[in-house]
């Protein structure tokens, strides 16, 4: 029988750093703006907002391939294949570091038209270069300390993952208030700070990485091959989305906020993202942590075990995201005091804020099936849930709503959307239940193998 106790150990053992892991990482993108809005100005924190997803290319691409070979190795752990497991860690540390000396240089080349594309002018513009030419110098500092943190977790060290984030953070505020407020350094010095925190995570993640598991490698696994180079790839396509796609998302709306409310409505929206993006990557926690069970279950070829944890971990999201939307729905007024929203904009802040809660949800539904489809390899339709949302749902909902009802429209198309994103989910889900009835139930379950 299955010992539902070790399952549930490893269950919060891998589930409760993730979601630490993913809520620190998002301090990440607003320490430095929190630090320049008050050191600095406004444009200087308008320039961190438009650079910002030029970062966040960098950090996609860690994520994708760093995910994409952490969901490859528990895999083949979970059929014991040895050779194979050594062989995709050492071809993932080979693609992290081949795209931070590569991609950094791209993006550097392109910098301004990036920029301009991105709407910065003036003043906005020239800050923006100052912090994102920084940031591309050091851009390899960023991509291997955050492809390292999957890569760690999935073998059974969450706790080393989640000390190296949070001690990243601490270095970054501390640099920050040093170069920003103390040197004067202004937006380069954000930059610099920002730079070396990443550099500390790379370091600390590399070390750990280099003693639990690299020192086993030959040369031979870092050389890359193309069966090993696909399946990361292939995997990785839909972790790199989900980093990516809230920025090109926040892009699209901000010029529909800006279309029917001007920068009133492009305040508001810039406080709804911050809540949004917080709670969004709290939740992916929850996937991000199942992962690793999921994808060695997988391997295992344990269907009903992938099902126990799945049904677990949405029990759970469900329960933390009712949670929240409740507590934004009673208190919006709190929120919309810490954000310090002037008196003209407070009504439709709230109103904007509790609409947008009704969403939390499904984002939770919604991250967590993206992360059961591509830990079990089912890549297609974690890349349609992906990419269907900015391509297609999104833009449709935002302009046959906005249509209708102006700004309030704005707002509910997020809600909706993942509405529709929950219902193309959940027949996906029901597919893969209806395929897996026709696994016999006579299943030994491999609970003890998996990494501690």
Not at 23 to 42: E, P, Q
Not at 280 to 299: A, K, R, V
Not at 340 to 347: K, L, P
Not at 398 to 418: E, M, V
């Amino acid at each position: 029988m299955m010992n539902k106790k070790i399952i549930n150990q490893k269950f919060y053992k891998y589930v409760i750093p993730s979601m630490i892991t993913m809520l620190l990482s998002g301090f990440y993108s607003i320490i430095d703006g929190l630090f320049v809005a008050n050191a600095v100005n406004d444009s200087a924190l308008a320039a961190i907002n438009i650079a910002y997803p030029i970062q966040v290319i960098l950090n996609a691409t860690a994520i994708g391939l760093g995910i994409g070979g952490a969901v490859s190795y528990s895999y083949y752990n979970g059929q014991n294949k040895i050779k194979q497991m050594h062989k995709t860690i050492g071809v993932t540390c080979s693609l992290l570091l081949a795209s931070g000396i590569i991609l950094p240089i791209i993006l550097n080349y392109f910098v301004s038209d990036l920029l301009f594309f991105l709407g910065a002018k003036g003043n906005v513009y020239n800050g923006a270069y100052e912090y994102i030419h920084v940031i591309l110098i050091g851009g390899i500092l960023p991509i291997i300390g955050n492809g390292i943190n999957p890569l760690l977790r999935n073998q059974g060290k969450t706790i080393y993952a989640t000390i190296s984030m949070s001690s990243g953070l601490i270095v970054n505020i501390i640099l920050d208030y040093v170069f920003v407020y103390k040197m004067q350094l202004g937006l380069h010095g954000a930059a610099l700070a920002t730079i070396i925190a990443q550099g500390f995570v790379a370091f600390s993640g590399a070390i750990m990485l280099i003693y639990f598991k690299l020192k086993e490698l030959n040369l031979t696994d870092y050389i890359p091959n193309l069966i090993t180079i696909k399946k990361i790839l292939t995997i990785g396509i839909s972790p790199f989305g989900q980093t990516l796609i809230p920025c090109i998302i926040t892009v699209i709306t901000n010029w529909m906020c800006i279309h029917y409310g001007g920068n009133d409505a492009l305040t508001i929206f810039s406080i709804i993202s911050y809540v949004l993006s917080s709670i969004q990557l709290f939740l992916q926690g929850i996937g991000d942590g199942i992962q690793p069970l999921l994808s060695y279950y997988h391997g295992c070829k344990e269907p009903l075990l992938i099902k126990y944890i799945y049904k677990k971990a949405i029990s759970i999201s469900f329960i933390i995201s009712i949670t929240l939307t409740i507590l934004v729905i009673i208190f919006p007024n709190t929120l919309t005091s810490l954000f310090n929203v002037d008196n003209g904009i407070y009504d439709e802040c709230r109103k904007a804020l509790i609409i947008t809660a009704l969403s939390f949800p499904f984002i939770g539904n919604n991250r967590l099936s993206c992360a059961l489809f591509y830990a079990t390899e089912r890549t297609l339709f974690s890349s349609i849930i992906v990419y269907l949302e900015p391509c297609i749902i999104i833009p449709g909902c935002l302009i046959y709503f906005s249509n209708i009802l102006k700004l309030t429209g704005i707002w509910l198309a997020y809600p909706i959307a993942q509405i529709i994103l929950t219902i193309i989910s959940l027949c996906f889900i029901y597919f893969i239940l209806l395929k897996n009835k026709k696994i016999s139930a006579n299943t030994k379950y491999s609970i003890t193998n998996l990494n501690n």
